[in-house]
């Protein structure tokens, strides 16, 4: 079986998609709960297409592999990041100011906690500290709006130049297409 990486930092984790968790869990709990939570708290990131795709995998870190995570923004609007366990000392998150703002300086320091899921914006910028024991695996839930990042794509910062993929691929889709297709922005 093919195994993609979870994203472009993280070496340890798994893609839910592959799984076959798209269609029956993950897309109801998308558009049933957290949609309308996101749209109460981040109208502007949610926009009139609603959360309409996402990407979804597990982080993993431990004292042999993956330790932390640096500062970055997520290639999402919304992003859902549940701590599923097990025990670990260390790896904080600390979240910065939103991508394109000055500064750098630690607005909050969030402890993570086993079963507890915290929703913050993709576009903050943010960084998981180094674990110091134990094993730490979090389900990470980036959600898109297609309505948002046709715009401007969060990663390229332009309007993006569409490629079709297969599945939700980076959650764009085509104005001029019939169908409503997920795709790729090229420049990534
Ligand atoms: O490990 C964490 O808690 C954060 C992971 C994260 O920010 C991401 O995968 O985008
Ligand atoms: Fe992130």
Not at 21 to 26: N, S
Not at 57 to 73: C, K, N
Not at 127 to 141: E, F, M
Request: with cysteine.
């Amino acid at each position: 079986m093919s195994k993609g990486r979870p994203n472009s930092m993280n070496n340890y984790g798994i893609l839910l998609s592959e799984l076959g968790f798209d269609r029956g869990f993950l897309d109801h709990l998308r558009e049933d709960y957290l949609t309308p939570l996101a749209s109460l708290l981040y109208p502007e990131w949610v926009g009139p297409s609603g959360l309409d795709s996402h990407r979804a995998f597990s982080v993993s870190y431990q004292l042999e592999g993956d330790t932390q995570l640096s500062y970055h923004f997520d290639n999402a609007e919304v992003t859902l990041n549940v701590c599923l366990g097990t025990s670990f000392t260390g790896g904080e998150l600390s979240f910065g100011p939103m991508a394109g703002e000055p500064g750098s300086l630690w607005k909050q320091r969030y402890t993570h906690r086993r079963g507890r899921g915290l929703l913050h914006r993709g576009r903050q910028r943010h960084q998981a500290h180094p674990i110091t024991s134990g094993k730490r695996v979090n389900l990470i839930i980036w959600m898109r709006s297609s309505s948002v990042r046709n715009r401007q794509c969060p990663m390229c910062g332009e309007e993006p130049s569409l490629v079709t993929c297969d599945g939700y691929g980076d959650g764009f889709t085509s104005t001029t297409s019939d169908r409503d297709t997920h795709n790729l922005c090229r420049t990534l």
